[in-house]
């Protein structure tokens, strides 16, 4: 998990009635347990070239699916087929605290995983004090390990999210309190955002520290078109590089030029209490959507449900806010992880206590839970148009805690989601233990007014590849309202357009190097194709 925020902030209670009328949500296709009797749980989800998934994961169990575990919690990788069976799975760390946070898969057909070690023993080297940044690179099974480096200082840094960048290497964000030690350069104050740009070998080729004299973590990162980076979390300061905060924690994003050097533009969204996000996304507009979770309900928060919320606001190139959308009920709503949709809306998931306001569906606790903290949370997934109205919601996962950490848009226009539950009932079918892995495979949303009939079976194909300024997209059947949609390797989409005809050309320019997936809609009939960018 990238925050665990239900510990920290009160929840209010209080009852909020709404009335809305929405889509129908789609239903469970599989859903899948993985662990042992310790405690598992995946931060992160991607859809592989193959159509099966990687999931990044810290485990500490040493039985049932996990096995090599070498003391403590160790990073856990999962391999799925695209029916969510287990492939193969992986365990790297050391003795110590060893929790994976972020994946993705390389254009090798490997993977680079990211996250956080106090270990120095075992798979861990080189630690520069109390918790680093780990980040390891691997082949197409993990069994073969290219690289593996720890980043920091002599203090705590922390990995959230790294992503590829366009010249072949990465970037990652987190959070450190460090001060020019190993691989941060400075501190502003207690906590700072911690950005790090390395290259294909794991080499630091820049470092950046900013914040002010409060606490102030990095949650997501995305590279833009110009080859700059937006950055989006927290900051609780107003001073340093911190300006026009709210009060409390607001939503603090900010855009860096290619190299860290230049700050473009920073904003802090929020209220007077607690705002923090967690989850950022490009958006086809040019713009970005970010979601979270806000406790406050004033500034540029509005309609919060007397508890926390759901934030999830959507800005344009230059951090302006065009909507914003407090989701939930009166008790506590968490947002990990948002993705713009092939439709041109927004699926935002995480967790809810809450069962009113906009949250039905919800699985109560058998038991009862203590003091502030709901003995129960559900995976909540919520469906956004455009403008942020809501088209659908579900609450997944049993009677225990259910934390949705991660999802992604799948080949087939359906929604897979990860995190961890210790439930072992409602829409769950066995738990081996404790806190288990657990991935739900939503079906496609209906297209049935944009139908191609049953009857038909159409193909499709996509060349060159390997291409580079432009693909050539050839089916042999056609409608007007068939329509060709990319997605990267994260589930993101980087392009959508109406098929021209049975043969239509589509600027691939704007896209890095890598690998995506094409995906042909026609109402009830779907067709993918991979391709690589070189």
Request: glycine share 14%; with cysteine; aromatic share 10%.
């Amino acid at each position: 998990m990238k925050f665990n925020y239900k510990k920290t902030l009160p929840v209010l209670a209080g009852i909020f009635f709404s009335g809305f009328a929405m889509a129908q949500a789609p239903s469970i296709q599989w859903q899948k347990s993985f662990g042992g009797t310790g405690s598992d749980y995946a931060s992160s989800i991607i859809q592989t070239a193959d159509g099966g998934y990687m999931i990044a994961a810290s485990s500490n169990s040493t039985n049932g699916h996990v096995t090599g575990n070498h003391g403590n919690s160790d990073y856990w990788l999962l391999k799925l087929n695209s029916t969510g069976g287990l492939q193969w799975q992986k365990t790297f760390g050391g003795t110590g605290d060893d929790r994976a946070t972020s994946v993705i898969q390389t254009t090798d057909g490997g993977y680079v995983v990211a996250g956080n070690s106090d270990s120095n023993n075992g798979d861990v080297t080189g630690n520069h004090g109390f918790t680093d940044g780990w980040v390891l690179k691997l082949n197409s099974d993990a069994g073969v390990t290219y690289w593996k480096k720890a980043f920091g200082g002599t203090n705590y840094d922390t990995i959230n999210e790294i992503v590829p960048t366009t010249d072949g290497g990465y970037i990652f964000v987190g959070s450190s309190s460090s001060n020019n030690t190993g691989d941060v350069p400075g501190n502003n104050g207690y906590i700072d955002y911690w950005i790090v740009k390395i290259n294909s070998d794991g080499n630091v080729q820049w470092k950046k520290s900013l914040g002010g004299t409060g606490d102030d973590r990095a949650g997501s990162v995305v590279q833009t078109t110009d080859g700059g980076y937006v950055v989006a979390g927290y900051a609780e300061n107003n001073n340093g590089d911190v300006t026009e905060n709210h009060g409390g924690k607001d939503y603090w994003i900010i855009k860096l030029n290619s190299d860290g050097g230049v700050i473009y533009w920073k904003k802090s969204l929020g209220g007077s209490h607690q705002d923090l996000a967690t989850s950022l996304a490009k958006t086809s507009d040019g713009g970005f959507i970010v979601a979270g979770h806000a406790f406050s309900n004033d500034g540029d928060v509005t309609g919060n449900h007397d508890g926390t919320d759901y934030w999830v606001v959507k800005i344009d190139a230059t951090g302006n806010i065009q909507w914003q959308k407090a989701l939930g009920g009166s008790k506590a709503d968490f947002a990990s992880s948002v993705i713009q949709t092939n439709d041109g809306g927004y699926l935002v998931v995480g967790s809810t206590a809450s069962n009113d306001g906009q949250v039905t569906g919800y699985h109560p606790s058998t038991g009862s839970g203590s003091g502030e903290v709901p003995s129960s949370y559900d995976y909540w997934a919520v469906k956004l148009g455009a403008t942020g109205n809501i088209q659908w919601q579900k609450c997944l996962g049993g009677s225990g805690v259910d934390d949705a950490n991660s999802v992604i848009q799948t080949a087939d226009g359906g929604y897979i989601i990860a995190g961890g539950s210790n439930s072992n009932n409602g829409d769950l079918t066995v738990n081996q233990g404790n806190d288990d892995v657990w991935v739900v495979k939503l079906a496609p949303e209906n297209l049935a007014t944009n139908e191609v009939s049953k009857d038909i079976v159409v193909t499709a194909n996509v060349f060159p590849n390997p291409a580079k300024d432009y693909i050539t997209l050839k089916v042999d059947y056609f409608t007007p309202s068939m329509q060709v949609v990319i997605t990267d390797m994260l589930g993101k989409t980087v392009h959508q357009q109406k098929l021209e005809g049975l043969r239509t050309k589509i600027n691939t320019s704007h896209l890095e190097k890598g690998v995506y997936f094409l995906t042909v809609q026609g109402g009830t009939q779907k067709i993918t194709k991979k391709f690589i960018i070189e």
